[in-house]
T-cell receptor
C-alpha cells in the first residue's frame, strides 16, 4: 500500500518568514492533494497537482509536484498567523477511488 | 454553492450502541468517501461510493458500513461501538467517479465520542 511521509512533522516560524513542507510517496504518484486543517475541523482544499513538474499557486501558497522523485512540496511565502494549522498531503490510488494521507505538518506562526 | 454537509457535528454514544452519520455532498457531485481521523492513526480511508455503489473499502471491521442514496447523500453506520471508535469522521465529495482529475472537498466532520 502507498505511504506518504511528510516533513517536518511540526514547524514554528516567525511571521513574515518563508517555509517549505515536503511530502514523499513510497509509490508512483497519480495525483497529489494538499489540504489545511484547523484542529478538530474539516479539511480545507488548497490545491491538486496531477502532472510531473506541475506548479500551482494560491495567494501566498505554492505547490509543486516532482513525479520522478515521487515528491511534492508546499511553499508559503511571507507567512502570517492565518497560515497556522495542520497541512496534509493526500494521494489517490490508480483507480482514483481513495486517498492516502501523510501524517500532517503542524505549523505555528509567531506574530 | 453549499459545501459538503455532515450531520451531526458532535455525538456521544455508549459502548455497544450503534450510530449513523450523514453526509450531503456538493450539488452535482456523485462520489462520496469516508475517512476516520484519530491522533494515533491519522486519516484512514473507510469506503467510497459512486452512484449508489461501493467501489472501494478500507481495512476496517464489518461493524463499519455505509450506503449512498440516489440523490448522492451518504450515510455510514457503526454498530456495537467500541471506545476505539472515538474519532473525527470526515466525508469528501467529488464530481466524477473517484478522485482522478477532480477536486475533492471535505465536510466539517462528525466528532464521535464513545464512553
Amino acid at each position: 500500500s502507498q505511504e506518504l511521509e511528510q516533513s517536518p512533522q511540526s514547524l514554528i516560524v516567525q511571521e513574515g518568514k518563508n517555509l517549505t513542507i515536503n511530502c514523499t510517496s513510497s509509490k508512483t504518484l497519480y495525483g497529489l492533494y494538499w489540504y489545511k486543517q484547523k484542529y478538530g475541523e474539516g479539511l480545507i482544499f488548497l490545491m491538486m497537482l496531477q502532472k510531473g513538474g506541475e506548479e500551482k499557486s494560491h495567494e501566498k501558497i505554492t505547490a509543486k509536484l516532482d513525479e520522478k522523485k515521487q515528491q511534492s512540496s508546499l511553499h508559503i511565502t511571507a507567512s502570517q498567523p492565518s497560515h497556522a494549522g495542520i497541512y496534509l498531503c493526500g494521494a489517490h490510488n490508480n483507480a482514483g477511488n481513495m486517498l492516502t494521507f501523510g501524517g500532517g505538518t503542524r505549523l505555528m506562526v509567531k506574530p | 454553492k453549499a459545501g459538503v454537509t455532515q450531520t451531526p457535528r458532535y455525538l456521544i454514544k455508549t459502548r455497544g450502541q450503534q450510530v449513523t452519520l450523514s453526509c450531503s455532498p456538493i450539488s452535482g457531485h456523485r462520489s462520496v468517501s469516508w475517512y476516520q481521523q484519530t491522533p494515533g492513526q491519522g486519516l484512514q480511508f473507510l469506503f467510497e461510493y459512486f452512484s449508489e455503489t461501493q467501489r472501494n473499502k478500507g481495512n476496517f471491521p464489518g461493524r463499519f458500513s455505509g450506503r449512498q442514496f440516489s440523490n448522492s447523500r451518504s450515510e455510514m453506520n457503526v454498530s456495537t461501538l467500541e471506545l476505539g471508535d472515538s474519532a473525527l469522521y470526515l466525508c469528501a465529495s467529488s464530481r466524477t467517479g473517484g478522485f482522478l482529475g477532480t477536486e475533492a472537498f471535505f465536510g466539517q466532520g462528525t466528532r464521535l465520542t464513545v464512553v
